[in-house]
Structure formats: structure tokens, C-alpha cells
């Protein structure tokens, strides 16, 4: 079994999820779009985008698809903080 405790780019889970959620907010915030906006622009709650602005929520592969469309920004630019 792997050991999922490693660092990411010397990155803790919690780490990495705050980088996201900072570039999700970011980007929301150039589209000049509430969090309410953007969920019903993805289809996702607004919960689920509030968390994960704030690094206490995972995203699945999905979200971030559903996110680069509406948000008009290519995956990296997400990961873009390391």
C-alpha cells in the first residue's frame, strides 16, 4: 500500500488545497462572479465552492472541468502556484 502522507511540492494536503482555493477565488473574483453565480454557471453547490475557496474541500477531476469552463481558464492555470 502507498504511504498518501507525502509531500506535494513540499506541500501538505491541507497546503495544497488553501494553493487551489486561492487561485479558484482568484479566478472567480476577474469574472466578477459571487460564489452563487459561478455553482449555477458549474452546477455545483455553493457550499461545495465556498469549502473548497477555503481549502477544507477536495475537488474531483470534474469540478475542475466544470470550473475551466465557466471560469475560461485552462487546468494549470490552478496548479499555477508551485
Known sequence: MHDLSFKFYGMELNEFQLAFGKKLRQARE??????????????????HLSAAERGE????IDTIRRLCIALEKKPCFFFDWY
Open 57 to 60: 474541500q477536495n475537488v474531483c
Open 30 to 47: 476577474e469574472k466578477e462572479l459571487s460564489v452563487s453565480q459561478l455553482g449555477k454557471l458549474c452546477g455545483i453547490s455553493k457550499s
